[in-house]
């Protein structure tokens, strides 16, 4: 039986449907860069998911899940101290979103569903298997985009607000992958 036809049809396409929808919302808040960006996450943790087989349990990822959940809070409030934003819209020329817009809440939304991954693995879900890939391909693949950043100011490569927090954020979840692609041991 191919790794296809394990995942129930219905959430395959809400898996894609996902996806499309982060992609676009980034698009719509934040501009091409942004979306692209996004991309990686949302669209590499669909393919992984896919081409992927796993029955890890929540207890092999729940180290990584919640260290990697904690370090993203922490990245947030970096970002928002240190105005990511305000620096994302001077490379981009994409004005920032306003916070209370429906694109910005509804792009917060997106990622607030990654809080049920805990509970979606536990009743053993495809679909939380792949918020989980997506959770976990954001944080290690796509939070890397802050060290890319830099190369695109003018003057020479230092910090881009958001970048000290990734430092360990990244691993965390590499930590996470590499839990989630292993096998349950029940």
């Given at each position: 039986m191919s790794n296809m036809s394990k995942k129930k049809s219905g959430s395959v396409v809400l898996a894609i449907v996902f996806t499309v929808t982060?992609?676009?919302l980034g698009y719509v808040a934040l501009g091409i860069?942004?979306?692209?960006?996004?991309?990686?996450g949302y669209l590499g943790g669909l393919i992984i998911w896919l081409l992927k087989t796993t029955n890890a349990n929540f207890r092999q990822i729940r180290g990584p899940y919640f260290i990697t959940m904690l370090l993203f809070i922490v990245h947030k409030i970096e970002e928002r101290k240190m105005d990511f934003f305000p620096a994302l819209s001077e490379l981009t020329g994409v004005p920032v979103p306003d916070a209370t817009s429906a694109p910005a809440?509804?792009?917060?939304?997106?990622?607030?569903?990654?809080l049920f991954i805990p509970l979606l693995i536990w009743r053993q879900y495809a679909f939380g298997y792949y918020l989980a890939w997506?959770?976990?391909?954001?944080?290690?693949?796509?939070?890397?985009?802050?060290?890319v950043f830099p190369f695109f100011k003018d003057g020479p490569y230092g910090y881009f607000p958001g970048m000290a927090s990734v430092l360990l954020l990244a691993p965390a979840a590499w930590w996470g992958m590499y839990k989630l692609s292993q096998?349950?041991?029940l």
């Open positions: 982060a992609i676009v860069i942004p979306a692209f960006i996004f991309t990686f809440i509804l792009l917060y939304s997106i990622a607030a569903v990654w997506t959770f976990f391909a954001s944080m290690g693949i796509t939070e890397l985009a802050h060290f096998t349950s041991k």
